[in-house]
Every structure is written in C-alpha cells, then in structure tokens.
C-alpha cells in the first residue's frame, strides 16, 4: 500500500479532525483517573470508592455513545461533533469551579461521559471516507485518539502542585475549545454517508448476534484498555506506595502509550492477515500476560506486563475496528456507538472489579485472574463464531469462514467492495 493512495483515497483533513477530536476528549474522559490519587487523598477514599470514581467516566460514555450514535447517522458526524465538544466543556467547568465533595465527582465523572462518546462520531467521520481496503488504517488512525490518555496521565499529576487538581479541569477547557475550532473549520462530512434510517433500523441491528459478539469483544479490547488507562495511576501508586504520585503517573502513561500507538498497527496487520487471525492471537496473548500480572511481581516486571498487555489491547482495537465496518457497511455510525458503548462497559467493570476486589481481598491478582479468563474465553469463542461467517469479495464469490485480509492480500481489484456476512447470507 502506498502513502500516496491512502491520501487521495479520502479526506486527510476529516481524518486528521477525528483523530484530534477522539484524542482531546479521551484526555478529559480519563481525567479523574489521572487526578484520582490527590481526590482520594482529600475525600478520603477506600479502594472501592477509588475504583468506582475512576470507572463512573466510563460508564457515562457507555451510556452516551448510542445517543451520539444515533445522532451521527441523523444528522451527520460533523454536527454531533461539535455538539459532544460544546457539552464537553460542562463537567470540565463543574470539576474547576463546583466539586467539593465524593458524590459530586461521581456527577461530574458520569457528565464526562460525554467525551467518552466521542468514538461514535470521530470514527464514522474518518470511516465513511474510506473505501474497504483502507478501513483498518484510516480507523486506526482516528482511534489512535486514544493517545488523549497518555497526555492525561503523564501531565495532570504534575499540574496539581501548581494549580491543585480543580485548576487541573480549568486548564482541560483550553485543549477542548482550540479542538472545537479546528474541527469547525477543517472536518466535512463524507458525501457517502448514508440516509438515515427508522429507529426500529437500530432494533433490527441489535437483533443480529453478531452485533453482540462485537460488544463481547470490544468489551474486552476496548474496555481493558480505557479501564486499565484509568486505573493504573491508582494501582502503582497503591501496589508500590514508596513511589511520589507523578512516579505513578508516568509508569502508566507508558503502557497506555503502548496500546495508543499500536492501535493503527493493529488495524493494519488486520488489514493484511486478516482482522479475526489476529484479534485470536491478540485475546489469547494478553491472557498469558495477565495470568502473569496476578503473581507477586517487582515494580519493573509489573511495568514490563502491563506495557505489553496495553499493547494486545490497543492492536486488538484496531483489528475490531477493522472488522466492524466490513460487517456493517450500512449501519456504521449505530454500530459504533452501540459496539463502543460496550466498549464503556467493559471499561467501567475493570476498575470496579480491581478496586473492589483489592479492597476485600488485600490484593488485585483476583481482579487480573478474571481479566485473563476474559481474554482466553473471548479467543476461543471469536474461533467458534467465525466458522458462521463469509467473505464477499470479487464478482461477489463468497468464501466461507475467512477473515477479511485487504484486497490486494487476495488478488482482488482494490474497487471492489467486500464485507464480512453471515455465511447463510
């Protein structure tokens, strides 16, 4: 594949406005978890309570993808994007001028949720602009926004001794509004999008298993890396308290660093080896990395683990991404909010689950044990499913049970369209 292709195959502007989008409200949507420890510090929180105020961002972005969802195949990726920044800058205000208490961070952390929805419009924005061989990069691309986490977690702890953790949401405000501009004036709608469909269009959708395997998996992809995201800066600085809280900061912005970058990675060995050969890899190798997690471990080798399983994670986003597009042609914009909202989920039970179960059991190799059973099961259940679904490439030939690698991989003219369809189909 060459660059140049790639470039005039869709709008680099659009692309790139995705991407600064995802990547600004990915920054605020984990922003408690960065500032998690100082908050703690000052309610005075037990681990539950920690856990569960760093998982609450995730579960109001769950909730808000549908809705952002919905509004992208209705009114377009453009309009819902600016909508998701303006209300972005509600929670970030609250946080700055008004929390003083648990139960209202719990009200902004939901409220950020918004941020969190922004997935359903940044990647239709980015997707819809890109013929089917080119699907895996250009989403991986945009979702490479999630790089927003690492900027969280590296740079917040380090403000609050300067402006203390309330200017910290202050001072997100400046990255959110520059965003907006930029997207206003830069990202356009592609002219493929599709009209817009009845809600009961939406009902059909969910009535398709294969919608909800995608939920299963991205559940575990997604949500462990957002879960672990925003929860790493509680965990070493709990694991390993000797550490200053910017210590702490930085360790887990280099495994979020890792699933970040290497999500366009993921999208495009998809792209080439097919997105189901290696979201199986992915699923399976990130289980034999959390089994090891649950041991007792060093500072360094806890480090090591959780670096290379934000890395599984991150690529196996890209790979999911490559294939929901194939499956789903048509209902794109619904199935990402609705995929992302599982996403959310899942990313919301992880940090729930760990804290929780570290502060009934004295450790978190429980909340890890689970995590890992996760990966395993989702492996082998991706290979059973699989088997059910087809491949329609040139001349509309269907080859059962292969897992979409790109056109040139399969000797296919690049125009020609092809996605991933149940086999009975």
Known sequence: MRVRDFLNAGHPPSLFCAFLYFDASFMVWVLIGALA????LDFGLND??????????LLGGAVLRIVLGLLTDRIGARRTGILGLVLTLVPLLLGWLWVDSFPQILVVGLLLGVAGASFAAALPLASRWYPPQYQGLAMGIAGAGNSGTALATFFAPRLIPLVGWHGVFGLALIPIVLTLIVFVLFARDSPQQPAPKPLRSYGEVLGQKDTWWFCVFYSVTFGGFVGLASFLNRYFKIQFPDISPEEAGTYATLCVIAGSLLRPIGGYLADRFGGIRMLTALFA????????????TSMVVSITLLFSV????GMGNGAVFQLVPQRFPKEIGVITGIVGAAGGLGGFLLPTILGGLRQWTG????????FALAGFLSAAALMMVSKSWAFVGEGGKVTQGVASPAPEANGTDPGDEEKLVP???
Not at 37 to 40: G, W
Not at 363 to 370: Q, V
């Open 285 to 296: 190798g990130a289980g034999v990395l959390l089994l090891l997690q649950a041991l007792p």
């Open 37 to 40: 420890n100082a908050i703690a």
């Open 423 to 425: 086999a009975q189909a």
């Open 363 to 370: 450790t978190f190799a429980g909340g890890f044990i689970l």
């Open 48 to 57: 539950f309570e920690g856990g569960l105020m760093v998982a609450v961002p």
């Open 310 to 313: 934000m890395a599984l994670l």
